[in-house]
């Protein structure tokens, strides 16, 4: 039985009410977009616009990657059997610009690019209101057969998984090496009940920032994240999860560091790799 209900050539920007609705619903069954207060705007077989409104300013950054998981995750629903739903095997984010201010609106247009048996490829660009690009994504899915989603969260928007991107403690281990301990709740889950994939992302996009600033004094901003998904994270234990951060090289123009979640047991469920710039490169 295969997922595929979308032409894997592309797509042709026809919207339709039934997915946006459609897409809308997942949307508002997921606890880590809901309070993030995402909004599906348009969308079509294979399509999808989403915008992210105003965000707490010490998490302004967290957003990017998070907005692109979700945009991305959502094309590939727009094109597929609607019995079946997706993990994401990878996603790659590349900056054009620098974080915008967590007063800006942003939006996000991804589409599915195509599929190989239950294994799709989907491209998004993220943009300000005034049509600045600001960053460009991608992520590889495998489709699944469907669980039944959540109902809509009942916490009020923009008070959970927007504000929640800060470690509550942050240990040196090493040189350029940090482990950092964020606290992760029932508002930062996917629809099969697993910490968002742009959670992680953040998370791990979070950790590997600190730990680059923490090697300079100069500004630095990212250029590129790579985050492989390894296996889904359950709510973990505590509701606490680590991230270990590590500078590889600390250039004087460009920095590249790589980061990990791991379980209680030393399993490694997310890595990720970034580049950096620093300020005046």
Request: charged share 15%; hydrophobic share 40%; net charge negative.
């Given at each position: 039985m295969s997922a595929l209900a979308q032409p894997a050539s592309g797509v042709e920007r026809v919207i339709d009410p039934r997915t946006i609705g459609r897409l809308t619903h997942l949307l508002n069954s997921c606890p880590a977009e809901y309070l993030a207060g995402f909004e599906v705007a348009s969308g079509g077989r294979g399509w999808v616009t989403m915008t992210a409104a105003a965000w707490h300013a010490d998490s302004a950054a967290a957003r990017i990657p998070l907005l692109a998981d979700a945009a991305l995750g959502r094309a590939l629903l727009a094109g597929i059997d609607p019995d079946w739903t997706c993990r994401t095997v990878d996603l790659r984010l590349d900056m054009i610009?620098?974080?915008?201010?967590?007063?800006?609106?942003?939006?996000?247009?991804a589409e599915l690019r195509g599929?190989?048996?239950?294994?799709?490829?989907?491209?998004?660009?993220?943009?300000?209101?005034?049509?600045?690009?600001?960053?460009?994504?991608?992520?590889?899915?495998?489709?699944?057969?469907?669980?039944?989603?959540?109902?809509?969260?009942?916490?009020?928007?923009?008070?959970?998984?927007s504000s929640a991107f800060q470690p509550r403690r942050a240990t040196t281990c090493g040189p350029g090496s940090l482990e950092l301990d964020y606290a992760v709740d029932s508002g930062m889950l996917n629809l099969q009940r697993m910490v968002h994939?742009?959670?992680?992302?953040?998370?791990?996009?979070?950790?590997?920032?600190?730990?680059?600033?923490?090697e300079s004094t100069a500004g630095i901003r990212l250029l590129s994240l790579n985050v492989e998904y390894h296996r889904p994270i359950p709510l973990p234990p505590g509701e606490s999860m680590q991230v270990e951060a590590t500078v590889d090289r600390s250039g004087r123009r460009v920095a590249v560091a790589h980061a990990r979640i791991a379980s209680t047991e030393g399993k490694v469920q997310a890595i990720a790799h970034a580049s950096f710039a620093r300020s005046g490169a």
């Open positions: 610009s620098t974080v915008p201010p967590a007063d800006e609106t942003l939006h996000c247009d599929m190989s048996s239950d294994f799709g490829v989907c491209q998004a660009d993220i943009r300000l209101a005034d049509g600045s690009l600001v960053a460009t994504a991608s992520s590889q899915f495998i489709a699944l057969a469907q669980e039944v989603p959540w109902t809509s969260p009942d916490q009020g928007r923009l008070t959970g998984v994939g742009g959670v992680q992302a953040a998370l791990l996009s979070d950790g590997l920032h600190r730990a680059v600033q923490a």
